[in-house]
T-cell receptor
């Protein structure tokens, strides 16, 4: 069945450092979404990727969808304390699934 | 504050009791989802509605959980009887159409359930 791994589970960075989280699937995904959940908050939609090799940018955030549509990444350049939270990938292959999430902490 | 309304925000109850959660999605959103999120984990889909019909409830523990969306608008999720392992955040989300058709999900603030 569908297996999607999200890594790393935790990432602690110094403010200003870069951060990347990855979602890797054993099978091809039709699309992938990324969400951010602040501590004590609810998931908030960031972006959706649909096309093979797609790259989208939102200010300091860069999202990629692999050529084979089996992996995706979220990269944050020069992290800020406001980036703190857990980042989830989400996908729909017959039913909605979320990755386990990568929890980002940023030291000022 | 989330556009998807959920109540209550917090619920503390004893095991074996019944508990109910309510969700009012964004107006006009046809698809409604109920998720359970255990601390430190990603949301786990319990049930998905398209209008008033259940589209997916494969992960819903049907011996104790039930969900309805009678008029295709707001929805109720019930647990009876509650067990200690049910302690979690219960999130409701909605989208205009199923997310497989390229629509983001909008989440409510959730109901944090604690079973004593």
């Amino acid at each position: 069945g569908q297996q999607v791994m999200q890594i790393p589970q935790y990432q602690h960075v110094q403010e200003g450092e870069d951060f990347t989280t990855y979602c890797n699937s054993s099978t091809t995904l039709s699309n992938i979404q990324w969400y951010k959940q602040r501590p004590g908050g609810h998931p908030v939609f960031l972006i959706q990727l649909v096309k093979s090799g797609e790259v989208k940018k939102q200010k300091r955030l860069t999202f990629q969808f692999g050529e084979a549509k089996k992996n995706s990444s979220l990269h944050i350049t020069a992290t800020q304390t406001t980036d703190v939270g857990t980042y989830f990938c989400s996908y729909n292959n017959n039913d909605m699934r979320f990755g386990a999430g990568t929890r980002l902490t940023v030291k000022p | 504050e989330a556009e998807v309304a959920q109540s209550p925000r917090y619920k503390i109850t004893e095991k074996s009791q019944a508990v109910a959660f309510w969700c009012d999605p964004i107006s006009g959103h046809a698809t409604l989802y109920w998720y359970r999120q255990i601390l430190g984990q990603g949301p786990e889909l319990l049930v998905q509605f398209q209008d008033e019909s259940v589209v997916d409830d494969s992960q819903l523990p049907k011996d104790r959980f039930s969900a309805e969306r009678l008029k295709g608008v707001d929805s109720t999720l019930k647990i009876q009887p509650a067990e200690l392992g049910d302690s979690a955040m219960y999130l409701c989300a909605s989208s205009p159409t199923p997310t497989g058709e390229n629509q983001p999900q909008h989440f409510g603030d959730g109901t944090r359930l604690s079973i004593l």
